[in-house]
């Protein structure tokens, strides 16, 4: 450990002036904070941005998950409390890893010290238990790593050396292998290291292999390994003595005492490379320079889509009338079947009160129509001006989602993004990130909700055009930016994913006055 920095209340120097000054240090590689509050976010996202093009990794524990956690920090430092969603997504955009615990820090600033980052996602676990080896490949899958099955030459290799093993991935070696490892280990760790289609190797040896002895044997083969085209990052689950674990360490190999922490570990190594890799990605696009201005009074949803349609943003056609022949003629010049929804500023929340018909197929059903939206409306909502009636087209070809932005007290600004329609607080799968980004950052926005499967076609569904949906995200953001004195916030639920586009069905801005 080369600094120890505490910053305290942050009266005067900061965290993010510190990570600033220890990224030049030539001698660090990784930081590891603590944090209780971020009470500098502009300048703690600088600070990330150029650790992030020092490839070197960051490692933050910031508590206050919950709000009882939230309220002892602020009672402990005076420290804002952060949204804790809000404060995953920032540490997520800047490729930041965020630990559980102490001991989740301290593991992961270990691995890093290594400086050896898996170049993809693909796991090879040799083991010497069964048991152990499924257990690693459960783990793998819950961090993000896959477990590819090895190509039939290494297949063949291997069960000729060992022909009760399992040889698929995980290896088994078995008891066979280690009680004889000269003869039967060696090539097998040989054949499956070698093979290309994995990037990094979990390893699990009972504590009777702790010796002197087998680590020569073992290391001998992890060495010749690493001067290969394509070395694999190593990572040993084995109980040894301090000796013996200096071996491996000083070649580059992390020994954990657990295989989950094995595993772990190279899962979020992998995510550091790829955050390497794509550093701060795409420019957040620029926004038309005739855009409307929002207003300082409450304004109904045709206002609010009309000010994201001046944005760049795709809108649904349709049509504000005031009367029951100006919908039919609306209609007509729309397209049957539509959809009928009451106007008013001062109703967020139509279909509790009725206020929405959808698919309204013929002309007399939209005359209809009209007038008992509006006596709904007069009967739930007497004190609400009613502006009229919404006729719009009909869309259902697609994946209704919701996006939508906030004002965070911390970090301004706030993108949120899941799947849409009446449920949408009720579900909560959603994902955000701080305003503005890039196309880029949408992508991988878009990709965290526990339900993209659905935006890929899931079940016979269709599977909706994934760049035009991060275009809109990435347009919202600049617009929530831009907008970030004016707009209190902005809810567009849902927005229609469709095969080829996309389009915003529903929209509400909120105006800071």
Wanted: aromatic residues 6%; hydrophobic residues 45%; charged residues 20%.
């Amino acid at each position: 450990m080369s600094h120890w920095i505490t910053t305290g209340n942050e009266v005067d120097i900061s965290i993010a002036e510190c990570i600033d000054v220890l990224v030049d240090r030539v001698e660090v590689n990784t930081l590891v904070i603590y944090a209780e509050g971020i009470n500098d976010p502009r300048g703690l996202q600088r600070s990330l941005i150029k650790a992030r093009a020092a490839h070197k990794p960051v490692i933050f524990l910031k508590v206050g998950r919950t709000e009882a956690g939230a309220e002892a920090a602020e009672s402990h430092t005076a420290s804002l409390a952060v949204s804790d969603s809000v404060c995953d997504a920032f540490f997520k955009q800047h490729g930041v890893f965020r630990a559980n615990t102490t001991e989740d820090m301290i593991d992961m600033a270990y691995a890093c010290q290594m400086g050896l980052f898996p170049r993809g996602r693909n796991l090879g676990i040799i083991t010497a238990s069964g048991g152990v080896g499924v257990q690693m490949a459960d783990c793998a899958i819950k961090h993000g790593l896959e477990i590819p099955i090895l190509p039939n030459e290494v297949q063949d290799k291997v069960r000729k050396i060992l022909p009760y093993a399992a040889v698929r991935n995980p290896v088994d070696v078995t008891a066979m292998a280690i009680d004889n490892p000269a003869y039967y280990l060696t090539p097998v760790f040989d054949a499956v290291l070698s093979s290309e289609d994995i990037n990094s190797v979990g390893i699990f040896f009972t504590p009777g292999q702790g010796t002197h002895e087998f680590t020569d044997l073992i290391l001998k083969t992890l060495e010749r390994m690493r001067k290969c085209q394509s070395p694999k990052v190593i990572s040993i689950n084995i109980i040894l003595p301090d000796d013996v674990r200096a071996r491996y360490e000083d070649l580059g190999h992390t020994v954990f005492d657990t295989p989950d922490k094995a595993v772990a570990s190279l899962a979020i190594l992998a995510n550091f490379r790829e955050s390497f890799e794509r550093g701060e990605g795409a420019r957040p696009p620029r926004l038309p320079l005739d855009i409307q201005p929002i207003p300082t009074y409450a304004i109904n949803e045709v206002q609010s889509k009309n000010i994201l349609r001046s944005a760049g943003i795709s809108v649904v056609r349709e049509k504000l009338v005031t009367n029951a022949v100006a919908a039919v003629d609306a209609a007509i010049d729309i397209g049957l079947p539509v959809v009928m929804k009451i106007s008013s500023a001062d109703i967020q929340h139509k279909t509790e009160i009725g206020g929405v018909l959808i698919g309204v197929e013929t002309t007399a059903d939209v005359h209809e129509g009209f007038g008992a939206l509006m006596l709904r409306a007069e009967g739930n909502m007497p004190q609400a001006k009613l502006d009229g009636v919404i006729v719009s087209e009909m869309i259902s070809d697609g994946v209704e989602t919701v996006i939508g932005s906030s004002i965070d007290p911390t970090f301004g600004p706030v993108v949120m993004f899941g799947l849409g329609g009446i449920f949408v607080e009720v579900i909560q799968d959603i994902t955000f990130r701080i305003a503005p980004f890039g196309i880029d950052e949408a992508e991988s926005m878009i990709r965290e909700i526990q339900s993209f499967e659905v935006l890929m076609g899931a079940r016979g569904g269709v599977a909706v055009d994934l760049v035009s949906l991060a275009s809109t995200l990435s347009q919202v953001s600049v617009f929530a930016s831009e907008n970030a004195d004016d707009m209190l916030s902005l809810d567009i639920n849902p927005f229609m994913a469709l095969p080829n586009g996309g389009v915003a069905l529903d929209a509400l801005i909120v105006a800071k006055d």
